[in-house]
């Protein structure tokens, strides 16, 4: 280390004079000469110093007390761009789900009372949306990326004009944030481009269900297949439907109104054929010890009515094995398919395709209770059997005739319940006090 006399000491240069009259002065000039020419630490080379931030602020500032219409609207489009998904400020948006309600219940406001014009439409949706959106920790964070976007010296000349406009405008918004919010340009800036992103979204969702529903109709793919295919990629849909929640909400709501109108046609005289008679006939099993452990009321109230009902479901979803739904689900796939992949499928059928696939126990309970339920029958010869086995006293050498007649036809999962419902007629039988 460089040794230094005291300023009263004698100067080493041997002059005679104290240090301080002497050499101090061309000392001191010498060491900030050799400091200056050090490289700066790499942190500090990596960001703009104090006095070149400064001048870029005093630049913006300068900016926006011109009243330069053209020149901010140039900043904060090159703003947006810096938004943008992989860009410096691409990770600061509204919360996701809070922005789908928002946005969708907006839209929907929109266009039930159409504005004048197009510039009224946007400006009308952003009031209207940025109050419930914005927040002190958005704010907080956006100012807090701005400024690091701003100081970084690798950021172009372009990128840190926008950002101090940005910086500029949005002092202004603490701390009555969701009071001045509408005001910002910034916001709005923010706003369209998470806006844009969701309109995106949400018109990629509809072209992969398109395309699904597609391959359904024509063929390639079963109802099953296209479930399967959405459940194989459930981090993405559950993203998705996260995002864009509203289109949940309008498949269950379209589900909903299937499901009322497949009801209401069960009810009619003339009601779709669904079940065969085996799955009919197995659900029917299924509800016999909850009919038998009713006793009938006169006037039964609300809760009694609930409670039956809660145990007719009950019992109807645990008789509901997999080939079971995956039949009556293929059979609705081949209805639809019918009239050839470019034909729409008659609406009965797709009431029931998006009823079943939602609530199959609804939906059999549904045809079990109608007046007369139109079973589904395999082919002519199948008819003379069913005339045998759906009577009040059926005898299980009809059973016996069907199941066999099923295994001839390759049916070997109804054959299976037939064969199981034959014990349970003979468990009958046997039972003390039978016959």
């Known amino acids: 280390m460089e040794s230094r006399p005291g300023r009263n000491q004698p100067c080493p240069c041997g ?48 900016v926006v007390a011109s009243r330069d219409t053209a020149a901010l609207q140039a900043r904060l489009e090159r703003l947006g761009r810096l938004f943008e998904p992989g860009a410096a400020l ?22 039930r009372r159409p504005p004048a014009s197009t510039d009224e439409a946007r400006s009308s949706l952003f009031r209207a949306a940025i109050p419930r959106l914005v927040s002190q920790d958005l ?38 944030v969701k009071g001045q919010a509408e005001a910002s340009p910034v916001l709005e800036v923010l706003f369209w481009t998470q806006f844009k992103e969701w309109l995106a979204l949400r018109e990629d969702l509809r072209h992969r269900m398109d395309h699904l529903v597609a391959d359904v109709r024509q063929g ?18 559950a993203a998705e439907v996260a995002a864009a929640p509203e289109l949940a909400d309008l498949a269950a709501k379209d589900g909903e ?27 029917m099993a299924a509800l016999d010890p909850v009919a038998r452990s009713f006793s009938p009321v006169e006037a039964p109230d609300e809760a009694q009515k609930r409670e039956l009902l809660e145990s007719l479901v009950r019992c109807v979803r645990e008789a509901l094995d997999e080939p079971l739904t995956a039949g009556v689900m293929q059979r609705l796939v081949r209805a ?29 309970l549904g045809v079990i209770m109608s ?14 059997l069913l005339d045998r086995v759906l009577v009040p006293a059926p005898r299980p050498e009809g059973f016996r005739a069907y199941a066999s007649w099923l295994d001839a036809q390759g049916e070997t999962a109804a054959a299976a319940r037939v064969r199981k419902l034959l014990e349970g007629l003979a468990s009958k039988d046997d039972a003390p006090g039978a016959g």
């Open 139 to 176: 704010v907080d964070r956006l100012t807090g990326a701005l400024m690091e976007v701003a100081s970084a010296r690798a950021t172009s000349p372009a990128d840190r004009a926008a950002v101090c406009i940005a910086l500029a405008v949005t002092e202004a918004l603490p701390p009555t």
């Open 220 to 237: 390639r793919l079963t109802m099953s297949d296209m479930l399967q295919s959405l459940a194989e990629d459930q981090d993405r849909l």
């Open 336 to 364: 639809a398919n019918e009239g050839g992949p470019d034909a729409r499928p008659p609406a009965h059928v797709a009431d029931l395709g998006m009823a079943w696939s939602l609530e199959p126990e609804i939906v059999a």
């Open 15 to 62: 002059s005679g004079k104290k240090y301080k009259r002497c050499c101090l002065a061309a000392d001191d000039e010498a060491r900030r000469a050799r400091a200056a020419a050090q490289p700066a630490p790499p942190e500090a080379q990596a960001r703009l110093s104090e006095r070149e931030l400064l001048t870029a602020f005093a630049e913006a500032a300068r």
């Open 90 to 111: 691409g990770d600061i948006r509204f919360d996701a789900k809070g922005f789908a309600e928002v946005a969708q219940k907006e839209s929907l406001a929109l266009q």
């Open 257 to 283: 109104r299937a499901l009322k109108r497949t009801l209401k046609a069960l009810r009619g005289r003339r009601p779709p054929a669904l079940l065969t008679a085996d799955e009919y006939l197995w659900l």
């Open 371 to 384: 007046r007369s339920p139109t079973l589904v029958v395999r082919a002519p010869a199948e008819q003379p």
